[in-house]
T-cell receptor, first 116, second 110 residues
Framework: GAVVSQHPSRVICKSGTSVKIECRSL??????MFWYRQFPKQSLMLMAT?????????EQGVEKDKFLINHASLTLSTLTVTSAHPEDSSFYIC????????????FGPGTRLTVT | DAKTTQPTSMDCAEGRAANLPCNHS???????VYWYRQIHSQGPQYIIH???NNETNEMASLIITEDRKSSTLILPHATLRDTAVYYC???????????FGTGTSLTVIP
């Protein structure tokens, strides 16, 4: 099946700094990518929908100025957590749609962010 | 918001069939039902999806009721590696978003 990668897999940063997470579709073109956040023992929460070449659409309650999303190419989307705080510590997961395969969403392995 | 409700947890004996139910009573006619599973600290893994007809693949079978208000995922011969959280998701028709519900934590018991 199609592969989606994320980098880094784990990151620890200090409060107040910014962190960038990359999401890549390795063997298909993804015109749409999604970003999710998952707190321990909870379900995935959709943060935003990212379409290549256009601004991301954020879900209600998600701060667009804090979670910057860039989808500059058909294989790469980035999520930047700006001025991170401990409450931003979470598991961040991206997914990508391969439109040639019945709109199936392929998920990345996730990035564990810890803000100290 | 998630359009699905699932039992919080289930147990299944190894080698037996695991039947995981899902209610999606507000599903629209052009919305698909997807099933994914998530093993601890990994990204969700696709299992199967369907619209109206029952579906089967190498991993599982999906049974959708005629009124489409509920479905059941069947793992025919559960193994210990099938222990995971299973999510039933209704895919938004005009944007393809997935809104995850709470899922069912399946434990396969030796």
């Amino acid at each position: 099946g199609a592969v989606v990668s994320q980098h880094p897999s784990r990151v620890i940063c200090k409060s107040g700094t910014s962190v960038k997470i990359e999401c890549r579709s390795l063997d298909f073109q993804a015109t749409t990518m999604f970003w999710y956040r998952q707190f321990p023992k909870q379900s995935l929460m959709l943060m935003a929908t990212s379409n290549e070449g256009s601004k991301a659409t954020y879900e209600q309650g998600v701060e667009k100025d804090k979670f910057l999303i860039n989808h500059a190419s058909l294989t790469l989307s980035t999520l930047t957590v700006t001025s991170a705080h401990p409450e931003d510590s979470s598991f961040y997961i991206c997914s990508a749609i391969d439109r040639t395969r019945s709109y199936e969403q392929y998920f990345g392995p996730g990035t564990r962010l810890t803000v100290t | 918001d998630a359009k699905t409700t699932q039992p919080t947890s289930m147990d299944c004996a190894e080698g037996r069939a695991a039947n995981l139910p899902c209610n999606h009573s507000t599903i629209s006619g052009n919305e698909y039902v997807y099933w994914y599973r998530q093993i601890h600290s990994q990204g969700p893994q696709y299992i199967i999806h369907g619209l109206k007809n029952n579906e089967t693949n190498e991993m599982a079978s999906l049974i959708i009721t005629e009124d489409r208000k509920s479905s059941t995922l069947i793992l025919p011969h559960a193994t210990l590696r099938d222990t995971a959280v299973y999510y039933c998701i209704v895919r938004v028709a005009n944007g393809n978003q997935f809104y995850f519900g709470t899922g069912t934590s399946l434990t396969v018991i030796p």
